[in-house]
């Protein structure tokens, strides 16, 4: 059963950092693309950051320059380092994982449970 958990999140002012960890577990065959989601309030789920397996990554237009993803291999978890936060980055972020669990089977995405960012203006 695989599991994606997150931990990081809290409450900054803005100007501020955090830190956002997301570590998959459970019957993993290969991780294919990582990345963290947001949803903020009222608003749609969007796309923050994406990282392939080959490293290569791709930010919404609204963090680039100040929000960084990587990931591990080896430990199988993507980070996402805040910087310069803005109150409008307030939002519940989410973790997500392209994930085949078998060499026989597809991959298929898979989603942590969220967890909260808010920045104080």
């Known amino acids: 059963q695989v599991q994606l958990v997150e931990s990081g999140g809290g409450l900054v002012q803005a100007g501020g950092s955090l830190r956002l960890s997301c570590s998959a577990s459970?019957?993993?065959?290969?991780?294919?693309?990582m990345g963290w989601y947001r949803q903020a309030p009222g608003k749609q789920r969007e796309l923050a950051a994406t990282i392939t397996d080959g490293g290569s990554t791709n930010y919404a237009d609204s963090v680039k320059g100040r929000f960084t993803i990587s990931r591990d291999n080896a430990k199988n978890t993507v980070y996402l380092q805040m910087n310069s936060l803005k109150p409008e980055d307030t939002a519940v972020y989410y973790c997500?994982?392209?994930?085949?669990?078998?060499?026989?089977?597809?991959?298929?995405?898979?989603w942590g449970q969220g967890t909260q960012v808010t920045v104080s203006s």
């Open positions: 459970g019957g993993i065959f290969r991780i294919n693309a």
């Open positions: 997500n994982a392209v994930i085949r669990t078998s060499f026989f089977r597809p991959e298929y995405p898979y």
